[in-house]
């Protein structure tokens, strides 16, 4: 398979991973703010929120969930924690939260995605 079409197909499924954990955010209750949110320090796949929580949300989709774990490596979290910083102020205007956290949901074929609440947290 030619690199741009690796590419492409891991984009599509990116893509499928990031419809379905919204939903599955939306069936627990969470208004999904954004999707695919850049910023020049990183990607947000979901900015969601839910009571007075404004949730920033890392989506991994991978063959199993001992390799979605994984990839939830402490470089790729602190990215989506730089990009949550420049966000939060943008989207507190919308939800008014009393607090802030970085999730994730881990989608994995044939089974129920996993939802983790607060991965990762600034050291």
Not at 4 to 22: F, N, P, Q, V
Not at 64 to 84: I, M
């Amino acid at each position: 398979m030619p690199a741009t079409s690796a590419r492409r197909s891991a984009e599509t499924r990116g893509r499928r991973a990031e419809t379905l954990a919204a939903w599955w955010l939306r069936l627990k209750g969470y208004s999904i703010l954004d999707r695919r949110v850049a910023t020049p320090v990183g990607e947000i796949d979901l900015v969601a929120a839910r009571g007075g929580t404004l949730v920033f949300v890392e989506v991994k989709a991978r063959a199993g969930f001992d390799a979605a774990l994984l990839a939830l490596n402490p470089q790729a979290l602190a990215r989506v924690g730089r990009a949550a910083q420049l966000l939060a102020g943008q989207y507190a205007l919308h939800a008014r939260p009393a607090h802030v956290r970085i999730d994730a949901v881990l989608v994995v074929p044939g089974r129920w995605p996993r939802h983790i609440k607060a991965v990762w947290r600034e050291t």
